[in-house]
């Protein structure tokens, strides 16, 4: 059980916040107050409204976020929304059910900014009882090894707790609008030669029923959506960092 309180999210004009959060959201208003309260002083929180019938973007909006409206149902076309919305040099992406604080982002940043990484992402490790089904769990084992083998990541997740330079994703040309996002976007940065970190997070129950890997049905989507983009051919294009000033 989440414990929620209002709070009023800190919000900073685009130019001067250098890092905004990408905040995916399907009808995630009780959940809302718990992740916005915990947006590190300063970033921008951009929550995208995949078509939502619970207030969750009036919601939002109230607590002091920015909302992107996406009307493309996929988890991909939400985060991809929130990319090309904005405007910081440094992106991140956390879910937006509160089962992964986004405070954890910082080290993140620091290390994209200090040049130790150019994609950094987080290694769920749960904290309680059902906060990861066994089938969502085995299903990303199973891709994490096929990313493996396609890439040579050693990686052990393909959680959605991540940063990066803004210019560089966009540089990935990603195409994928579903739960395949964001497995391409590791693909992808491996083809490009990109430096990629992986550092485990507290990874708590999530607030709501999910909509993808809750069910099995909504793993099975997932992991046919995942297993296209690994049967892409690599994109042609230069082998370089993505690493910015």
């Known amino acids: 059980m989440v414990r929620l309180r209002k709070v009023n999210a800190v919000t900073i004009s685009p130019s001067s916040t250098g890092v905004d959060v990408v905040l995916p959201c ?25 078509g939502s019938t619970d ?22 076309a939400a985060c991809h929304a ?3 919305a904005a405007t910081a040099d440094v992106v991140c992406f956390c879910d937006c059910d509160a089962s992964l604080d986004p405070a954890h982002l910082v080290p993140f940043v620091h290390e ?6 150019d994609l950094v992402l987080g290694r769920r490790r749960p904290q309680a009882r059902g906060a990861w089904p066994a089938h969502a769990r085995a299903a990303n084992l199973v891709l994490a090894r096929l990313l493996r083998r396609r890439t040579g990541l050693r990686l052990h997740d393909l959680g959605p707790l991540r940063a990066a330079r803004r210019e560089a ?7 994928d609008r579903r739960s395949g996002y964001p497995l391409q976007m590791v693909v992808r940065a491996a083809d490009a030669g990109w430096r990629v970190a992986e550092h485990d997070v507290p990874y708590l129950p999530r607030a709501g029923a999910s909509k993808v890997t809750g069910t099995w049905r909504g793993t099975w989507h997932a992991v046919r959506d ?17 690493g910015g000033g």
């Open 169 to 175: 994703l966009l540089d990935l040309g990603l195409t």
């Open 112 to 117: 994209v900014r200090e040049g130790g990484a």
């Open 226 to 242: 995942m297993r296209a983009v690994l049967g892409e051919p690599p994109v042609a294009r230069p082998r370089s960092r993505a």
């Open 82 to 84: 929130g990319l090309l």
């Open 55 to 76: 207030g969750s973007a009036a919601l939002a909006r109230s607590l002091g976020a920015t909302v992107v409206r996406e009307e493309r149902r996929g988890f991909g």
């Open 26 to 50: 399907l009808n995630e208003a009780g959940a809302l107050p718990w992740v916005l309260e915990r947006v590190p002083p300063g970033w921008r929180a951009l929550v995208v409204d995949n």
